[in-house]
């Protein structure tokens, strides 16, 4: 409340003479909150309320600008309390992909995401973001055994089970090093991207990149198509995944040439996204008090075994899986463990 009111006497001080009223809009799941200022002729704008003890403003301003230069639809900075942490942001509505992605209207919004994808990756350029390198990667996939398997599970794995994921995780790491690097928005899906069309602006409008690095090219494409929150035919989203690879190709983003080996590393690092993913949703749940992610564990959980069973060299993780998931495995087929 002590927060809310302090931003009520910035705004006060920016809006001389001006009513307004002020209304939660949301939170994500680091210690941000955003809140909707309505003035009295309806015009609204957006506040970033970040505390500077628990979270820094200056990632977001710097992604803004790399991604406003961009010529994608990001948030506008009206005005700045950089000591306070508070930012005043243009508006992009209210209504997210999630809300409104249908079997109808799911192919245009898709191209949309994927055309500004393309344009942010076109604007990449090394030593402007941090690097999504191999320290970065693997204290991500740690996640997965701390959070997921140990704390969520009360899973104690053996000693054979712990070298095994250590070789799974190398060889994750390996596959997606290797990758060409671009800007990263890092959690590029639906949630984060906003339906703006009919305000006069384009889609999508993207928000939530403060934590955007340069790193593989294959990592926003995992966000969007094998999203945490809703789910497409495989088909459908082989489709659009082509499709980005053929616009990406056309646009001169060092994309594999041949699409067998750009789908091999799409997989690969949705492999290492669902696993740090699973682990964040786990800890989110133990260590932070939030609950609402536990319901989107078993689609990510869904999506990690799909890799799994079309790569052998993931089966180590694959058992885990089983294994977490009272499952096992008779003569190649997973089977609901019996009842004691």
Same mark, same amino acid.
């Given at each position: 409340?002590?927060?809310?009111?302090?931003?009520?006497?910035?705004?006060?001080?920016?809006?001389?003479?001006?009513?307004?009223?002020?209304?939660?809009?949301?939170?994500?799941?680091?210690?941000?909150? /955003?809140? $909707?200022?309505?003035?009295?002729?309806?015009?609204?704008?957006?506040?970033?309320?970040?505390?500077?003890?628990?979270?820094? #403003?200056?990632?977001?301003?710097?992604?803004?600008?790399?991604?406003?230069?961009?010529?994608?639809?990001?948030?506008?900075?009206?005005?700045? !309390?950089?000591?306070?942490?508070?930012?005043?942001?243009?508006?992009?509505?209210?209504?997210?992909?999630?809300?409104?992605?249908?079997?109808?209207?799911?192919?245009?919004?898709?191209?949309?995401?994927?055309? +500004?994808?393309?344009?942010?990756?076109? +604007?990449?350029?090394?030593?402007?973001?941090?690097? /999504?390198?191999?320290?970065?990667?693997?204290?991500?996939?740690?996640?997965?055994?701390?959070?997921?398997?140990?704390?969520?599970?009360?899973?104690?794995?053996?000693?054979?089970?712990?070298?095994?994921?250590?070789?799974?995780?190398?060889?994750?790491?390996?596959?997606?090093?290797?990758?060409?690097?671009?800007?990263?928005? $890092?959690?590029?899906?639906?949630?984060?991207?906003?339906?703006?069309?009919?305000?006069?602006?384009?889609?999508?409008?993207?928000? !939530?990149?403060?934590?955007?690095? *340069?790193?593989?090219?294959?990592?926003?494409?995992?966000?969007?198509?094998?999203?945490? *929150?809703?789910?497409? !035919?495989?088909?459908?989203?082989?489709?659009?995944?082509?499709?980005?690879?053929?616009?990406?190709?056309?646009?001169?983003?060092?994309?594999?040439?041949?699409?067998?080996?750009?789908?091999?590393? /799409?997989?690969?690092?949705?492999?290492? $996204?669902?696993?740090?993913?699973?682990?964040?949703?786990?800890?989110? @749940?133990?260590?932070?008090?939030?609950?609402? *992610?536990?319901?989107?564990?078993?689609?990510?959980?869904? @999506?990690?075994?799909?890799? #799994?069973?079309?790569?052998?060299?993931?089966?180590?993780?694959?058992?885990?899986?089983?294994?977490?998931?009272?499952?096992?495995?008779?003569?190649? @087929?997973?089977?609901?463990?019996?009842?004691?």
């Amino acid at each position: 409340m002590e927060r809310q009111q302090q931003i009520g006497t910035w705004l006060a001080g920016l809006w001389p003479g001006r009513g307004f009223s002020l209304a939660p809009a949301s939170a994500d799941a680091s210690f941000r909150r /955003y809140f $909707r200022a309505t003035q009295d002729d309806g015009t609204t704008h957006i506040i970033m309320d970040a505390p500077p003890a628990s979270e820094d #403003c200056r990632p977001w301003l710097h992604v803004q600008q790399l991604f406003h230069a961009a010529g994608v639809h990001v948030p506008e900075v009206l005005a700045q !309390d950089l000591e306070r942490g508070f930012l005043l942001l243009s508006d992009l509505g209210a209504t997210t992909y999630l809300e409104v992605l249908n079997a109808g209207n799911a192919v245009p919004l898709y191209a949309d995401a994927i055309a +500004a994808l393309i344009r942010i990756q076109q +604007a990449s350029r090394p030593g402007v973001l941090p690097e /999504y390198d191999s320290t970065l990667l693997r204290r991500e996939l740690d996640l997965f055994p701390d959070w997921f398997l140990a704390r969520h599970h009360q899973l104690t794995l053996g000693e054979n089970e712990r070298l095994g994921l250590a070789a799974v995780f190398d060889r994750i790491l390996a596959v997606n090093l290797a990758e060409p690097k671009v800007f990263v928005h $890092r959690d590029y899906h639906s949630r984060n991207l906003m339906r703006t069309d009919g305000t006069g602006a384009g889609n999508p409008g993207i928000i !939530d990149f403060q934590d955007a690095v *340069y790193g593989p090219i294959t990592y926003d494409m995992v966000s969007l198509l094998k999203d945490a *929150y809703i789910e497409w !035919d495989e088909d459908l989203v082989l489709d659009w995944l082509v499709r980005y690879w053929d616009a990406a190709r056309k646009a001169g983003l060092p994309v594999a040439a041949d699409f067998g080996e750009f789908f091999r590393d /799409y997989e690969w690092m949705g492999v290492q $996204r669902h696993v740090k993913v699973l682990g964040i949703f786990a800890r989110l @749940y133990h260590r932070d008090g939030k609950d609402g *992610y536990l319901k989107d564990l078993p689609l990510v959980a869904r @999506y990690l075994r799909k890799a #799994c069973e079309r790569y052998a060299e993931l089966s180590p993780l694959r058992k885990l899986l089983d294994k977490v998931e009272d499952k096992i495995t008779v003569l190649g @087929y997973t089977m609901d463990k019996p009842a004691a």
